[in-house]
């Protein structure tokens, strides 16, 4: 495993037992989660940050709000993670506000407010909210029995798109057939198909590549989940990398997360997860390989370059906020599992 690797996943093993150690009777799928948010913010874990942040969240919310379940945790590392906390959070708390005109509240929702709040201006959601939920109905009605209130939020992350609303279902229902064709029909192919939409590839490259890096790492003796798991991959995937190459760094992330405390053993996490967690490492970005931040004068230089630049990059920040949205997702899925599985197990 190459160092930066190394030292990323070094890094999460810490972030999560530090998170671990402010909040101990939060459910185990939700830590790995916690840990990810600080690591893609490139910030090191704060206790008095994290204390502050709890503080916040439960002196301004209800017992039965949506910010207080399975998201609660996520939503005080993504404000201990930045900047101004308290500010970010009255604009959270706004957005929520703002998507609860089109949408009904849920957990689902409440991620779709924290991550929309940093990405798109206030002004903006109200415009945003209603094309969402349009593309959000018509996914109804073409996978009635599958599309959930998860659905909603990338019906909202797609609204940003630049594409039209029949381009895009056009895209969906796509990948979404090519997809059926190595992967069990369920929430987690459909949502695999709603990220691969979030890039204006030709469907079939996408698909081929999701189907091509879940085969590698089969053939290599590794174990990929085919459900609320799959999404991570296909984001993973949105980057264009060679199959080989993926999973070999899947696999090693994986071998060194066997080791760790959680992860080994008969009680530590199955193989599944592990392997969604050893590929959401690798769906952080190289930090040597970021863009420098843009210099003064040089927004106006931006604004002259072609359309098709311009869409391209605004596909390219769609996709990484897919891979950030399917984690959650995938989270409150897992926990949602474990929860119903402990509950009938008494």
């Keep these: 495993m190459n160092e930066l690797l190394q030292e990323r996943a070094a890094r999460f093993i810490e972030n999560r037992d530090a998170i671990r150690a402010v909040f ?17 913010a490139n910030r090191s874990v704060e206790r008095e940050q994290l204390e502050r942040c709890r503080v916040l969240v439960k002196s301004t919310t209800g017992l039965f709000s949506s910010f207080r379940g399975n998201v609660k945790l996520p939503l005080i590392c993504m404000l201990a993670a930045g900047d101004e906390p308290e500010e970010r959070w009255a604009r959270m708390q706004r ?53 959930g209130q998860e659905d909603s939020v990338f019906a909202l992350l797609l609204a940003q798109s630049p594409r039209s609303d029949d381009e895009l279902l056009e895209d969906m229902e796509a990948c979404y057939a090519l997809l059926d064709e190595r992967f069990p029909k369920g929430d987690g192919l459909q949502t695999a198909s709603h990220v691969l939409a979030a890039s204006a590839e030709a469907p079939t490259d996408k698909a081929y590549r999701v189907i091509s890096l879940y085969n590698t790492i089969e053939e290599r003796g590794g174990k990929y989940g085919k459900d609320h798991q799959l999404p991570i991959l296909a984001a993973l995937t949105l980057e264009q990398r060679f199959a080989d190459d993926l999973a070999k760094d899947i696999l090693e992330l994986d071998a060194y997360l066997a080791q760790q405390k959680g992860y080994r053993g008969v009680f530590g996490m199955d193989r599944r997860t592990r ?20 210099q003064a004068g040089a927004a106006s230089a931006a604004q002259q370059q072609s359309s098709l630049t311009m869409a391209a990059a605004q596909q390219t920040t769609l996709a990484m906020i897919a891979v950030q949205q399917a984690l959650m997702c995938a989270v409150l899925a897992s926990s949602a599992a474990s929860s119903a599985s402990t509950s009938g197990a008494h």
């Design 275 to 294: 392997a969604m967690h050893a590929a959401m490492l690798l769906s952080l970005p190289d930090p040597s390989a970021q863009a420098a931040p843009l």
């Design 24 to 40: 101990k009777l939060e459910n185990d799928y939700i830590y790995p989660v916690c840990a990810h948010i600080f690591l893609a």
């Design 95 to 147: 957005t929520y506000a703002l998507l609860k005109q089109d949408f009904p509240g849920s957990e689902y929702l409440a991620l779709g407010a924290l991550l929309l709040t940093d990405a798109v201006k206030e002004e903006d959601i109200p415009a945003l909210a209603a094309r969402g939920k349009g593309l959000y109905r018509r996914m109804r009605k073409e996978h009635p029995f599958l599309t």
